[in-house]
């Protein structure tokens, strides 16, 4: 198995395939690993959590981070771990005051619901985040060079989503509305938030993290100019600045917005090594249209794993195949994996892909050889 130094600069990976898969480096099976991968559908991270008191405990601890990001990892034969937090640290860091209501979603105490609040925001002091970068270090203690370890942030827009609303939304009407009627001050969250983004990535790199993430999880909601301005181009902002690792080279990274499946030719061009696709795109025409410039990963609808083994096996299946045997694929869910999801299912599905494309992989390895 060939390794990578890692971002600390010294062990080497065991399993540097999503690193290689983000490079479009060839690959003996497709990397797999899932958004939200340690979460409430496994009953050991809800006693942790319960351990903690609360969400927000267990994600201000360290160890307990460490602890939760690795249980995903002690049942299924997953290529990477991800960072255990919240994209909703760094505007909680800004001031805004998160909480979670029991079974409700984040709330914000402080949203920013007029000018003088918007003038008032500024990037947070990162000092308030160390228990972020804290948690990493010791994620990249307990993983030993197994997998890397991916970290990541909310896009500058989807985090002015939640800080504008205050909370969840079925339709961020508030958001949209700045949007034509203020630009202005949604512009200035937006910047504000693309420097406070880009020393929250910098920070996890310097800490441990051999990847970086961004979720657009609303970006889908604009318009395509008004994608392109306050979405998509505070993300280019982000990935243009970003150092590189140190080992020296660039850090490998995924934006994802969701919802962005018609705009994959900017999403191509946004200096990202790979897109997140959500299930609604056909990941084989994607593979076609952008396969040679970037990685791509998905996109697995996450209701398929609330199903049985054999319907999973067959769907993820269909994903593999679909997106071919060329580098560069990364599968992963089209969204978060969700509460219900059976952790039967999860089992069966890695397996899957790790069968299915070891077999795509070596015939189009021994196609190429004769
Ligand atoms: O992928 C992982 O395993 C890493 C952990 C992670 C969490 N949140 C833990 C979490 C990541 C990458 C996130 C990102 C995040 N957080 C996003 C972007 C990705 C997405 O899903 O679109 C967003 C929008 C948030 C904000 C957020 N955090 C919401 C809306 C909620 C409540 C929704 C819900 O599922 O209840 C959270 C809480 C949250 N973040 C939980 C977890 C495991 C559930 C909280 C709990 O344990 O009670």
Redesign the pocket.
Known sequence: MSTSVDALGGSPLANDTLLRALRREPVEHTPVW???????YLPE??AT?ARAG??LA??RNPELCAE??LQ?LARFPLDAA???????TVPDAMGLGLS?A?????RFAHPLRDEASVRALAAPDLEDLRYVFDAVACIKRALAGRVPL?G?A?SPF?LAC?MIEG??SDDFGRVRRMAYARADLLARIVDINTQAVTAYLDAQVAAGADAL?L?D??GGLLTRSAYERFSLEPMRAILRALRPGRDGRSVPTIV?T?GGGGWLDALASSGASGIGLDWTVDIAQARARFGAVVALQGNLDPLVLTTDPATVVREAGAIVRAAGPGPGHIFNLG?????AADPENVAALVETVHNVSREIHSASRVARLT
């Open positions: 899932l958004m939200r991968q340690a979460g409430r991270y809800n959590r609360s969400f267990l994600a939760v990001t995903p991800i960072l255990f937090s919240d994209i909703l979670f029991q079974g409700e979603g984040p991916i990541f909310g989807t939640y909370g969840g993430m979720f999880t609303w994802f969701k969204h978060g994996i969700v509460p």
